[in-house]
């Protein structure tokens, strides 16, 4: 998303952005810019992605997290069957959503069967425009260390819910942040099959921080750091055969004040430069 590294341009900006340095996609908030992408035409945005050589990444196309309060949600679930048509004319058929580690209304039953609720709400729907969800899971301890009852943290949880929840269309939207605070290894996403992959999003931690201090608003571009193992965790995911984006969230306090140009060149450049170093690897380890 743009907006994950301060850019707030239109879609037909953001897919130019996109196009001028080198990216293959571009992820789109739907839920944020379903009006004007009506009023411009999607078919028109379509063509202009073709004209650029640029493919659908990932969109959002439900609130934020599954926990949004009721109004929010009802305002979206009755916004779902446009948002739903546009992602079919642009070609999204990956979304994403946030799963918070905790409530502090309900405990781990009743926000369980909540979340189940409202996926049955959205999947069918979505699965009917041939569109599939990931479900992130928030790993750090610090997002959950106050709350009242704690929720799903981690890739085993997420993926008891998944089963439980029984789409067709459901599967992980994968952070390496998470996986890495979580204490995480290549072994549970060797564990996974494709289909159950949906979205990925890499992330480096900052250095001299312990794994039980990591705090989501602080973390880096990918292979900024080298604090977590994106080789492997890339190498885990070619070897499942993901295909799908891959997209980076550097939440840091520098984006805002970081010209779009500056960000996206450095965003491009360490993506790039991620797969390159896990592809080496992996050619490194096959000839030796």
């Known amino acids: 998303m ?13 897919i130019e952005l996109a196009a001028k340095h080198g990216f293959a996609g571009v992820d789109l908030r739907l839920t944020r810019h379903l009006a004007w992408i009506e009023a411009y035409g999607p078919e028109a945005l379509a063509d202009l992605m073709d004209e650029h050589g640029i493919r659908a990444g990932y969109a959002s196309m439900l609130t934020r997290t599954l926990s949004a309060s009721p109004p929010e ?7 779902l069957p446009r948002i739903c048509r546009c992602a079919e004319s642009l070609g999204y058929t990956r979304a994403g959503v946030v799963v918070l580690p905790y409530d502090d209304r309900l405990d781990f039953p009743a926000n369980r069967k909540h979340h189940l609720d409202r996926l049955a709400q959205v999947a069918p729907i979505m699965n009917d425009h041939g569109i599939r969800i990931g479900l992130e899971y928030v790993s750090p ?26 789409q067709p269309n ?17 072994q549970n996403i060797s564990q996974l099959n ?55 969230e550097p939440t840091n306090d520098r984006w805002p004040s970081t010209p779009a140009d500056i960000a996206a060149n450095q965003t491009y450049q360490s993506i790039h430069n991620m797969i390159a170093s896990a592809r080496s690897n992996t050619n490194n380890r096959a000839s030796s």
């Open 73 to 79: 949600w009802n305002e979206t679930l009755e916004l």
């Open 170 to 186: 459901l599967g992980l939207m994968l952070d390496s942040f998470h996986w890495h605070a979580a204490s995480e290894s290549t």
């Open 2 to 14: 743009p907006d994950l590294i301060g850019i707030d341009l239109k879609p037909h900006q953001s």
């Open 194 to 248: 494709r289909e159950q992959v949906v979205v990925v999003h890499v992330n480096d931690a900052p250095r001299d921080t312990p794994v039980e201090q990591l705090d989501i608003r602080e973390r880096e571009l990918p292979g900024q750091t080298g604090v977590i193992n994106l080789n492997g965790f890339i190498q885990a995911l070619a070897e499942l055969g993901y295909d799908g984006p891959v997209t980076s």
């Open 141 to 166: 301890k610090t997002r959950r260390a106050d709350a009242t009852f704690t929720f799903i943290h981690n890739m085993n949880m997420m993926l008891e819910l998944l089963a439980d929840a029984r």
